[in-house]
């Protein structure tokens, strides 16, 4: 691995991770407008827009991220996969159930003392506690859907009901460790398929991601096809087409994605009542698609142009995984400190509350990372994915995975 793409991995995980903390702000406060459908109508539309927008513009994130994880599970030569899949345990699965487990007490605890609030990590505490909530909340298995799934009665009901075997673990971010650690065990498996259909696979995976079917166990088909994608490159390098497409402009790219983030933001105001957009499910796969191309060729006009900022970014990208694991539910805690504020309901405030409150749950995240590096730097290992702030040479690979 060249310096230039260590040091653009590294500069993307942090700015990808960043932009993660912007896609869970969720509503606007005092407004029941979800990001996610869009601009619902145009009332507080400025806010709206933002907060929308984005939310898609970093829907690229995850596939991204996925990218980088296959590129750099497989760049290594030779490739011994009980040591990749080994050093993923303890860099990323482990540190991940400690990070839940401890979401997880934090949780109950604020909920003993302040009750339930409406926000989707307070809901997850209003059920009864038992073992399979425990696992749920670890791990992103629900146990309960097991015996069913034994007993359906064809292949189609055994489908449905194998789509119930996954349910959102306390920190909702948190799925998407929950696919990568899926497919880190199935590398093996993709080692052998890649090297001997080649991109073949890649090409047998695209109609099932757009068509929104998922395999049972997943949350979705991103990583897994990502991931794909990346380790292909890793192991049978990019296709000349492909090079093509990485070499061009990047306001080409970027214009293609702001029009398709612009008609999937501001067609829902138009719609009465708000409903599901024709083709919203391809539209949304086009979004991620266009955005990784986007993020990618951006990466290498910074490089080029901001070599400073490339050299800063990396040096906080030590920091992702406690940014990933930290960031929810601190940034639903922290916008709901600053709902209180009656400021923060009007047009301005919610702009303004969009803007900061990430940017604080950021910073707060780095502060602590830094605080616990000080006074504790064994604990921080663990909750760092094995990794010590800023004390990787940037011009050797500077993680294992992509957080």
């Known amino acids: 691995m060249t310096p230039e793409i260590s040091q653009r991995i590294a500069a993307l995980r942090w700015v990808l991770i960043s932009g993660l903390v912007y896609v869970h702000f969720g509503r606007l406060p005092g407004s029941d407008a979800n990001p996610f459908r869009g601009v619902s109508g145009w009332e507080s ?89 425990a696992v749920i909340a670890l791990t992103g298995f629900d146990l309960a859907a097991v015996g069913p799934l034994l007993a359906s009665d064809g292949l189609k009901a055994a489908y449905h009901q194998a789509q119930k075997l996954t349910s959102v673990p306390v920190a909702q971010q ?67 087409g492909w090079r093509a497409l990485f070499r061009s402009p990047l306001w080409l790219w970027g214009g293609i994605l702001l029009v398709l983030i612009g008609i999937r933001v501001v067609v829902p105001a138009f719609q009465a009542p708000i409903g599901a957009m024709p083709w919203e499910h391809q539209l949304e796969c086009g979004i991620r698609a266009v955005g990784v191309l986007c993020f990618w060729r951006w990466s290498h006009w910074v490089w080029v142009a901001h070599p ?78 094995q990794r010590r702030l800023g004390r990787v040479p940037l011009g050797r690979p500077v993680t294992v995975t992509s957080i």
Request: net charge positive.
């Open 45 to 133: 539309v400025i806010p709206q827009l933002a907060n929308s927008a984005t939310l898609y513009l970093f829907f690229s994130a995850v596939p991204m991220l996925s990218v980088l994880s296959g590129y750099l599970m497989f760049q290594s030569r030779p490739w011994r996969a009980g040591a990749a899949v080994s050093k993923r345990l303890s860099t990323v699965l482990l540190p991940s159930l400690l990070w839940l487990a401890l979401w997880w007490g934090v949780g109950a605890l604020l909920v003993d003392a302040m009750g339930v609030p409406s926000e989707r990590f307070w809901a997850f505490f209003q059920a009864d506690y038992d073992l399979n909530h």
């Open 174 to 240: 948190f799925w998407f460790i929950h696919d990568l650690m899926l497919t880190v065990l199935l590398s093996p498996l993709l080692h052998r398929l890649i090297t001997r259909l080649r991109w073949a696979w890649g090409l047998l995976l695209l109609p099932l991601w757009l068509y929104g079917i998922v395999p049972p166990g997943f949350f979705r088909l991103n990583v897994l096809l990502f991931f794909s994608v990346g380790a292909s490159i890793a192991l049978l390098g990019a296709p000349p």
């Open 308 to 385: 400073g900022l490339i050299r800063q970014w990396g040096r906080w990208s030590t920091g992702s995984f406690f940014l990933f694991a930290f960031h929810y539910p601190s940034v639903v805690l922290l916008k709901g400190w600053v709902a209180s504020y009656e400021i923060s309901q009007t047009v301005w405030g919610q702009a303004v509350c969009w803007l900061l409150v990430p940017l604080l749950t950021i910073g707060l995240a780095w502060q602590l990372a830094l605080q616990l590096d000080r006074w504790a730097p064994t604990l921080l290992l663990w909750l760092n994915g």
